[in-house]
């Protein structure tokens, strides 16, 4: 039997609210902070990104690739590129060092740039 993966394997009959939100709610906001390289290596600092609850997580969000469910991301490209990203513990490392966070940072702004120019 096929485990299901996203918001509509959890959803009972009622949906649970966290402080006002929906878990799916509070989901895409997780989610869509991990384009932000900075947080990444905030969250790399922190050491959060050893803990392997946090691991098994963000292996859980990738139902964001799916495409009903990347139509809710504002910025799907960066989003979707760091949380496969952060699927590889060597990148989870590297998020640590300074270049490798600026290097993330030139390329999403490039990356802009060609997606304005085009539109």
Not at 39 to 52: F, G, R, S, T, V
Request: aromatic share 12%.
């Amino acid at each position: 039997m096929a485990q299901e993966t996203g918001p509509a394997a959890s959803q009972g009959a009622t949906e649970d609210r966290y402080g006002g939100f929906t878990r799916f709610e509070l989901e895409l906001e997780f989610v869509q902070c991990l384009a932000n390289p900075l947080y990444l290596n905030h969250l790399a600092a922190q050491k959060l990104l050893e803990d392997p609850c946090l691991i098994a997580y963000l292996d859980y969000l990738q139902y964001f690739a799916q495409p009903e469910y990347t139509k809710f991301l504002t910025y799907p490209g960066p989003t979707l590129k760091s949380l496969q990203l952060l699927q590889q513990e060597s990148f989870r490392k590297e998020i640590l060092k300074p270049d490798t966070v600026q290097r993330l940072i030139v390329e999403s702004m490039d990356a802009t740039s060609k997606w304005l120019e085009a539109a």
